[in-house]
Nanobody, 116 residues
Framework: QVQLVESGGGSVQAGGSLRLSCAAS??????????MGWYRQAPGKQRELVAG???????NYAESVKGRFTIPRDNAKRTVYLQMNSLKPEETGVYYC????????WGQGTQITVSS
């Protein structure tokens, strides 16, 4: 069973930066060939995919975060990151990682609060 553990959340003022980490563990899961993504669930809203990185290293981003967020990965550490710059108050929410299709068991997420 794959376990995903997100960390790095916190409170930040608008315009600030945060770097999230997601460590994957569990036998039978080959992280290096997994297409991974970061999701955001804002209060009262559905969870949405904000960034993804494929096994070949290519990335895609939601329009709202393009140019501000990046999603690097470290296959040796089985970890995917989300570097978030110029954060906005509307990006407050719980951030989760999962496969790009959301097929893994969800972790507990990490809370981001952006104040204006």
């Amino acid at each position: 069973q794959v376990q995903l553990v997100e960390s790095g959340g916190g409170s930040v003022q608008a315009g600030g930066s945060l770097r999230l980490s997601c460590a994957a563990s569990g036998s039978g899961f080959i992280f290096s060939i997994a297409d991974m993504g970061w999701y955001r669930q804002a209060p009262g809203k559905q969870r949405e995919l904000v960034a993804g990185i494929f096994r070949n290293g290519s990335t895609n981003y939601a329009e709202s975060v393009k140019g501000r967020f990046t999603i690097p990965r470290d296959n040796a550490k089985r970890t995917v990151y989300l570097q978030m710059n110029s954060l906005k108050p509307e990006e407050t929410g719980v951030y989760y990682c999962n496969s790009i299709r959301g097929t893994l068991r969800w972790g507990q997420g990490t809370q981001i609060t952006v104040s204006s």
